[in-house]
């Protein structure tokens, strides 16, 4: 029979099985827990160059506020040096003791002292009832509730009552002495009783200011 008449054969490749031996599992087994080991180590890698990252942009952000703050800080001691030098002159000024030994300064804070100066007032206002001839049997200081709520600055006062013995004439000058007191008090009303030597009581409010708040204050960057 000619070639040409035999029927084609088609040749089929088959496919080779790997036997499940306990080398080819074990092979299996370790190739699948390299490939789990390489995952991991990259994850543990993006989580650790994500935590490294994290850590370089809240550095990077630190440092600018700081260098802000500086720059803030800076800004501000230059304004004050400005404004200390332009009040240099007055305050040297109202410092220089007059004929009488005061200043200006020791008026001023007479006048408006920095605390309630309860004491000096006491020992003020007893000299003023001598000069007057009047007795100045007691001086109290009015409630809580009267005075007013303390804060970190600014003017504030308190009340008191002043008891009074003397004739109705040494009594009204030793008012009007409190009247032009250098400390800063206002005459609010006075009872009086009894007749020649006579009882009174005298309410006034007086006033003091406390210290300027020096502390630092925190603002916020932008």
Partial sequence: MPESAQPSQKKTKKAVSVPDTDVSLGEDKS?????LAMVGLTVLIIIAGGGVLYW????????????????KT??????KKVDIAALRPNYNAINVPAQNGKSDADLILNAMPTDEGFK????MIEKM??????KI????????ASAVAPTTSGDQSYAIAVNIEGTLTKILD???KTESSSRVMDFVNMSVSGTGNLTASANFKVYWRAPANIEPTQEELK
């Fill in 31 to 35: 190739t699948r827990n390299f490939v």
């Fill in 56 to 71: 370089l942009i809240g550095r990077y952000v630190y440092q600018t506020n700081q260098n802000k703050a500086q720059d």
């Fill in 74 to 79: 800076i800004e501000l001691l230059e304004k």
């Fill in 120 to 123: 000096e007032l006491i020992a």
């Fill in 129 to 134: 009832g001598q000069e007057s001839g009047v």
């Fill in 137 to 144: 049997p007691t001086v109290s200081k009015g409630s809580t």
């Fill in 174 to 176: 030793f008012i009007r």
